[in-house]
């Protein structure tokens, strides 16, 4: 497939600790849920951070960039946390040379409501057809980089400009 995929954390990855009430960015649940999809082509895991994404800082958005330039693949995936996806993305808007797909979850991974396998797969189809450029998969839908943004009220991505016919 000649896929990377680059975990940085955020709610796809956060676990629930009853005793502490809370939630923590645990382990990448990436790989469970390739092989929970029987997806039959191995792709290498490149694991960067275990940050909500708010957490991230422009230096972590340097480091993904240079990840993504570093890896030997034409297509990279990156799970993320929602609430800064977008930033992230424009930060690899001069990343000319490969297909970059970012995704991430509303719900934990490890929750029976998540919608991480779903954006997951859409993910992995997308960043094999799409394109050279940066995109958000989210929501059901594909997002170029400059035309999306996290509609926080909805707790969902959209487009910021009406799509052509195409999109």
């Known amino acids: 497939m000649n896929i990377t995929l680059i975990t940085t954390g955020g709610t796809i990855d956060k676990v629930y600790f009853d005793s502490k009430g809370g939630y923590e960015v645990g382990p990448p649940v990436a790989e469970r849920i390739l ?34 330039v570093a890896c030997g693949t034409p297509r990279v995936i990156i799970t993320h946390g929602t609430d800064t996806m977008v930033e992230t993305a424009r930060a690899l808007d001069r990343v000319f040379d490969k297909r970059v797909v970012l995704t991430g979850a509303i719900q934990p991974g490890g929750f029976s409501d998540s919608d991480a396998s779903f954006n997951l797969g859409m993910a992995v189809a997308a960043v094999q057809v799409l394109p050279v450029g940066i995109y958000i998969v989210a929501s059901g839908r594909v997002f170029p980089a400059r035309n999306v943004h996290k509609n926080m009220e909805l707790n969902r991505f959209e487009f910021l400009d009406p799509p052509g016919p195409q999109q």
Do not use: Q
């Not at 792709?43 to 422009?58: A, G, N, Q």
């Open 35 to 68: 092989i929970d999809g029987r997806v039959v082509d191995t792709m290498p895991i490149v694991e960067l951070f275990r940050k909500d994404s708010l957490e991230l800082t422009e230096d972590d958005r340097v480091a993904i960039r240079e990840a993504v």
